[in-house]
């Protein structure tokens, strides 16, 4: 069964205190948590304290992972895991960048309530998500219920970089007992079982120097450039084939992002440079496992090299591979999510699909556990100038996470 009792849920429910989303949500929002390399003082590292001192607060057990440098994981924890199942209510700390606050009509750290919304950086993308999901486990502690397992709320660092924090989490003991997560990121809270995958494949061309008066002399890396992006289509379109379609997806993209020559040395008119670079952002949906997409990839890149003889076209994937995810609607994790979305909200579940990838891509590779996406916030929202979260969204949010955990957990 995928389902508790409800006077269980309804108790629960009844401990999630609104005021206090609502202003821990803003309270995480005026703390800006914008990552920049060039200043080490500009971390996750303060938003991680006050989760890590409200958390403790409520009476959790935590433990802080130093992740790198001032950027830590604060991971809590309810219940033992036992014989039972251990489940993950995840969401980063670190946002975006602002861009040119001159531009937003609410300041991006004020956390500006009007309306029914809250307005700055991060409200969807998502410190309204990692709000939700911490009052939701501070909820559940203060019905008192006994859980059939470990609830787990984890406040991850660089989801918007490399997915350090969420790397870090599957090596812990805590990560590696998990059994399932749910990734609170903004998906309007419709319940998202799949995920798009990318691959970032730097292309390193290479061609040979000479006189641009004298061009059969030298080999063009910059023709060998133009034949790889006229290669993009027909990879897009290969990729469509071995991929699944999806109702929640859009298909696989290949766009070009990067293309550049010469890479080194100065931009000289009469100059044939040696080398050319270019990125694809390539975006998967299920289906094609490493080894075919590196084929595919592989393939368009020998096709350049054919019509550019002497020059070589080489790539290797940026980060790694993060392919594209699924999980069943029998998954149990599903199954408990679809019943608290009814006896959270009193509507039926609605079921969508995540544009891209989130640190549940990496917890569902490297742990092979299910993961379930769903929070509040538009889904087109984040990365925007007056991102907001509509409260009511906001507070559903918390309210499924209660029931679809104690669901899950058996409670
Ligand atoms: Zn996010």
Redesign the pocket.
Known sequence: MARVGAAVVKTALSCIDEDELIELTRALIRIPSVVRPDDPGATEAMVARHVEVWLTKQGFDLEVQEVAPGRPNVVAWLGEKGAGKSLLLEG?TDVVTEGDPVEWTHPPFEADLVGGRIYGRGAA??KSGLAAAMVAAAAIKRSGVALGGRLVVGALVD??GDMLGAKHLCTTAIGRELDAAIIC?PEQNELCLEQRGVVWARVAIRGRMAHGAMPEAGVNPITALGALLHEVPALERRLRRLCRRSPHLRPPTVTPTIARAPVQGVEQPNVIPSSARALLDVRLTPGPDEAAVVREIDAACRRAMARCPGSTVEWEPVNGFRLATRVERTEPLARAMVAGVRQATGRRAVFGGVPGS?DGTILRTALGIPIVTCGPGNRLI?HQVDEYVEITELVDAAKIYVASALNFLQA
């Open positions: 980063h993308d998502m989801e918007e990121e989130t984040p």
